[in-house]
């Protein structure tokens, strides 16, 4: 006796919370509805987002969206000028220049950073915490000592040391970060791997004749991203922070470059007298750090297997 | 209930551990001693009270106000001098002799005679210790071999001192006006030797001299106390005491003020200067002898071209960064001697005219500017004026990369003529034309391994004609003629140099309620504490 399955139209609910998926692709768009199900049910997460795609938004339209140029000032009529004033919603700096614009142009370097020390730090992170845990033995002993020397220095000390050898620019403070936040990841990477490194289906390829390069690339991996992803989008507020950091230093982004951590630098010099110019910066740091936060946590809850109930 | 206690006990703890603190640090006075004046400067460039071997702007001008010298500038026309130690003197008609009569009957703060033999002895140690000052004494021809013989007491009133050969009888007296030519207590700094350092070590934090001032105490980075000399034989100071606290940041300074805990706060920045005035407080400043340039390296093919050092002069916006960045602490200023100096020229002929800098550059070829980089000092109004200039550069597409560096890094560069663009502040090294005219517009060897490091040889600018008439100018000894020769030199770097004149610096200071006759001097030699007087 068999029972008829109920006939349901491609991409409808139904057709993705089925729990019998008759292909891959419907299984794959299912278990990515899911989690957005789950995401979508904490509200701040959502805010989340919103901020996160607001700033893309606001970094690839910045040629249209900024009223003024951000690197060109009016040194001589608009300098220090109080938010609200006609043309300047948040004010002008010392040099004259809009801080709207700035921070609208500032985004850019945000991203930037962002995007690259995550491209960068993520797959070094990966590669070294799988290769570690599934090798064990030896190699995992002479890696996981490195990633203690790192994790043994306080992630700010070492990138400012890392600057001040290299010279001080954006490039090389996105280098800086990158090198230093690689070893949270590996760790994290490690410990999945230990986990599954013995369990039948590891077991299973290897018995089919898989390399050992193989299995870390296609098996292991793929297992290790979901956490991996988590962990970066939670240190993105971090990394925005440390390079606002050295920014404020005078080690990341030199003028005129409107970066975030530097405009407050500038504006420290006002704070008592004219705040807006290093509060404005501030804000947009803290938006911004704190929407990385809740995107973050949001997606821990979303793609943590032992909250699923699967 | 053990929990509610815990917390109580635990409130109760903390509120006498904080109320311990707060008796532990020194309570903050709420009004200075009417017989103190105290005065917040940021005073960690000190490094010795040694007048013998002290060249920093502070120690100038601790010593300014507790060392007596043979002359001192004239505070009313600084391209005179007055009498101090001398009564009077007179220069032999070869110009190699100089001989000073010493007023009668002086004495030390110890209580030691003034005479000629302390004199002697001064100039003797300061060109011995060799410190950076000696060179002031050194091209007088005054070098450690000879010094007992050409610096002289004739008899206890009666000081000669020779030099190598005629130079202009204003450079000698100006140069003897520096701190380098105080005069100490021979009897005193005696018992104070220590390996034949002609009580150097000693003199480092201790006092030996004769001013309206002693200096009691000076505790590095914290605090420097002067106290009245009652053997002083001028008029005495009003106040018993003077007390200049060490503070770094503007914003604590105009607090102080604020709170009453400083009378004088010496280290106000635009901003808080506006802020303190607008609250009624005193605001005095005067023009010092250091001018803020930035500079074209000759080595630099595009920076070469005369059609581009002109067109930098015009792409200086001086009436906005004089009206905004450096309000209140720098006066625009386009020539390379400062105000106040015999022969300064007082001509600004360069405007922010970005048309003008285009055409200039499209003459030299480079209609499409160029890329230059700019090394730039981490301090404020430096990168102010720096990011300024990018920006007006840009407007006549000369695309600048600012290089930032703490002082050390960009001096370094800067020495090793490795750079493109300097940008940074000059102060004379003692109150004379010469001083600035030697190293603006003197070169004598232009190579790489050049020994004369002057200002000119770090831009590589090679001027045989110009070194010539600089030479002219510390020889004449006709006043008017040798203001002639420095006014012919400014008009020359106005016009060819690749040196752009952007301000002279003025200095500020917010002066408290009560406070009476506090004046900054032209120099910081001159900054002088012993006239004022509170209510």
């Known amino acids: 006796m068999s029972i008829a399955e109920p006939e349901t139209r491609p991409y409808s609910r139904e057709w993705l919370l089925s729990d019998r998926p008759t292909s891959r692709r419907q299984a794959r768009l299912g278990r990515a509805y899911i989690v957005w199900r789950r995401f979508a049910e904490n509200r701040l997460a959502l805010v989340g987002l919103a901020i996160l795609i607001l700033l893309l938004v606001v970094a690839a339209f910045a040629d249209v969206l900024a009223p003024h140029n951000p690197v060109q000032g009016d040194l001589r009529n608009a300098r220090l000028l109080p938010p609200g004033t006609a043309g300047y919603l948040l004010g002008t700096d010392d040099q004259g220049r809009d801080i709207l614009s700035r921070l609208i142009y500032g985004s850019r370097l945000t991203l930037l950073v962002v995007v690259l020390v995550a491209v960068i730090a993520a797959p070094i992170g990966l ?16 890696l996981m000592r490195i990633t203690d020397i790192f994790l043994a220095f306080p992630k700010l000390v070492l990138a400012l040391a890392l600057v001040a050898a290299l010279g001080p620019g954006i490039e090389n403070a996105i280098l800086a970060i990158a090198v230093t936040s690689w070893p949270p990841y590996a760790r994290i990477a490690r410990a999945e791997t230990l986990t599954f490194r ?63 951590g530097a405009m407050i630098a500038s504006g420290r010099r006002f704070i008592l007298d004219q705040w807006w110019v290093a509060a404005m910066p501030g804000f947009a740091i803290l938006i911004v750090s704190l929407g990385f936060n809740l995107l973050g946590d949001g997606l821990r809850d979303a793609l943590d297997p032992k909250e699923a109930g699967q | 209930m053990i929990h509610k206690l815990n917390k109580r006990f635990r409130m109760l703890s903390t509120s006498a551990a904080l109320s311990l603190m707060l008796l532990a640090v020194p309570q903050a006075f709420a009004v ?83 005479t000629a033999d302390d004199v002697a002895y001064s100039f003797e140690r300061s060109v011995k210790i060799d410190g950076p000052p000696a060179f002031i004494l050194n091209q007088f021809g005054l070098k450690k071999d000879n010094i007992t013989q050409k610096a002289v007491a004739k008899d206890a009133n009666t000081f000669v001192l020779t030099l190598d050969q005629s130079y202009a009888p204003s450079f000698v007296l100006n140069c003897l006006t520096a701190t380098v030519a105080a005069v100490v207590d021979k009897k005193l700094v005696s018992q104070h030797v220590t390996n034949d350092d002609y009580g150097n070590a000693w003199l480092k934090t201790n006092f030996a001299g ?53 009378d004088v706060a010496r280290n106000l920045e635009p901003n808080d200067i506006d802020a303190v005035a607008k609250k009624g407080t005193t605001v005095t400043s005067t023009p010092k002898g250091s001018v803020f340039y930035f500079s074209l390296n000759q080595k630099n093919p595009n ?12 792409l200086v916006d001086y009436d906005a960064i004089g009206a905004t960045l450096i309000k209140g602490v720098g006066e625009i200023h386009q020539t390379f001697l400062p105000k106040g100096i015999l022969g300064s020229l007082d001509e600004k002929p360069y405007k922010f005219d970005v048309a003008k800098a285009k055409e200039l550059l499209a003459k030299a070829g480079l209609k499409d500017g160029f890329t230059v980089t700019m090394d730039v000092r981490n301090t404020q109004p430096t990168t102010g004026i720096a990011e300024s200039l990018q920006q007006t550069f840009a407007q006549a597409g000369i695309k600048m990369e600012l290089i930032p560096g703490d002082g050390k890094q ?80 400014q ?36 900054n002088y504490v012993f006239t004022v007087s509170k209510d």
């Open chain 1, 127 to 142: 590669i070294v915490g799988t290769v570690s845990g599934y090798a064990g033995g030896w190699i995992d002993a002479v």
């Open chain 1, 198 to 260: 013995h369990s039948e289906f590891i077991a299973a390829v290897k018995l089919m004749g898989a390399s050992p390069f193989r299995i870390v690339l296609r098996h292991v991996m793929p297992l290790c991203v979901s956490s991996l992803i988590v962990r970066v989008t939670l240190d993105m507020a971090g990394i925005i922070l440390i390079a606002a950091g050295l920014g404020f230093l005078g080690l990341g982004a030199q003028p005129p470059l409107p970066e975030w």
């Open chain 2, 32 to 114: 200075t001693p009417k017989d103190t004046l105290v005065i917040g400067l940021a005073f960690d460039d000190i490094i010795t009270l040694d007048p013998g071997q002290a060249f920093e702007f502070s120690a100038g001008e601790i010593g300014g106000n507790s060392y007596d010298r043979l002359v001192r500038l004239d505070i009313n026309d600084t391209s005179k001098v007055t009498p101090d130690l001398a009564e009077s003197w007179t220069v032999s008609d070869d110009g190699l002799t100089y001989t000073f009569k010493l007023k009668q009957g002086l004495k030390f703060a110890s209580g030691n005679p003034i």
């Open chain 2, 210 to 262: 004769s001013g309206p001032y002693k200096v009691r105490e000076w505790r590095a980075n914290e605090v420097v106390v002067l106290e009245r000399n009652d053997n002083y034989w001028g008029e005495k100071p009003k106040l018993n005491r003077v007390i200049y606290r060490h503070m770094k940041e503007s914003a604590g300074q105009r607090l102080a003020l604020d709170n009453g805990d400083i």
């Open chain 2, 303 to 314: 920076l070469k071209k005369p059609e581009v050092v002109e067109a930098m002069k015009y």
């Open chain 2, 410 to 489: 960009t001096l370094t560069k800067y020495r090793a003529r490795t750079h493109d663009i300097y940008i940074g502040l000059w102060g004379v090294d003692y109150w004379d034309p010469n001083s600035n005219a030697e190293t603006f517009t003197s070169n004598p060897n232009n190579a790489d391994d050049g020994t004369t490091k002057t200002l000119a040889w770090r831009n590589a600018w090679d001027i045989p004609e110009l070194t010539k008439e600089t030479k002219s100018g510390f020889v004449e000894r006709d006043p008017a003629k040798r203001a002639a020769i420095y006014e012919s030199l």
């Open chain 2, 491 to 526: 008009k020359k770097v106005l016009a060819s140099g690749p040196f752009v004149l952007v301000y002279q610096q003025t200095e500020v200071a917010g002066v408290g309620k009560g406070v009476k006759d506090f004046k900054l001097g032209p120099t910081f030699d001159t």
